[in-house]
């Protein structure tokens, strides 16, 4: 069965710390890997998106990386900041879409 | 316009009556989905429509949700004889991508309507 999953489910932090979030998937055929930022009240938003050749994918304080051997991925946080509370959904497309739940992230100050 | 809209952004229903949902899709994309998401699950893929093809309605839970696309673009999504358990977020997307997981296909997202069922 295809699925993702993320961990933790919920992490809370202190503004200016680093954190990592992770998936895991079962997705098969593999196209490719996004993840997405949903702020609250609000629809997801793309950060970055990772195929199957890409180890490693930065935007900004966003650090994404890539295993597919292992069908892991991880999306690293630098210094973070308040803006940066929200879910983080992982998204692997392979004939569709597959969402991950999401991990709750809130930075405080 | 310049995103994808969608209205209402809230909707309140008693059990057992009718509600339309409805989606503006980005000017020029030609596919449109719809998800569903529940308080900590993840999307539940509802229905893709691509351009004039047959929309792919393998996602819709019952009998009871039905969504048309007018001319392309507008899409509007109805759940008849709503039921408590249909209380949820129900996001609209829209992509350029001409089939569905294109390998760069690239979802932008409404901000939902969220709907509570009494």
């Not at chain 2, 008693?14 to 569903?36: F, M, N, Q």
């Not at chain 2, 249909?86 to 996001?91: I, K």
Request: charged content about 15%; hydrophobic content about 30%.
């Amino acid at each position: 069965k295809n699925q993702v999953e993320q961990s933790p489910q919920s992490l809370i932090i202190l503004e200016g710390k680093n954190c990592t979030l992770q998936c895991n998937y079962t997705v098969s055929p593999f196209s490719n890997l996004r993840w997405y930022k949903q702020d609250t009240g609000r629809g997801p938003v793309s950060l970055t998106i990772m195929t199957f050749s890409e180890n490693t994918k930065s935007n900004g304080r966003y650090t994404a990386t890539l295993d597919a051997d292992t069908k892991q991925s991880s999306l690293h946080i630098t210094a973070s900041q308040l803006s940066d509370s929200a879910s983080y959904i992982c998204v692997v497309n392979g004939q569709n879409f597959v969402f991950g739940p999401g991990t709750r992230l809130s930075v405080l100050p | 316009g310049a995103g994808v809209s969608q209205s209402p952004s809230n909707k309140v229903t008693e059990k057992g009556k009718d509600v339309e949902l409805r989606c503006d899709p980005i000017s020029g994309h030609t596919a449109l989905y719809w998800y569903r998401q529940s308080l900590g699950q993840g999307l539940e893929f509802l229905i893709y429509f691509q351009g004039n093809s047959a929309p792919d309605k393998s996602g819709l839970p019952s009998d009871r949700f039905s969504a048309e696309r007018t001319g392309g673009s507008v899409s509007t999504l109805t759940i008849q004889r709503t039921q408590q358990e249909d209380s949820a977020v129900y996001l609209c997307a829209s992509s350029l991508a001409l089939r569905q997981g294109g390998p760069n296909e690239k979802l932008f997202f409404g901000s939902g309507t969220q709907l509570s069922v009494l």
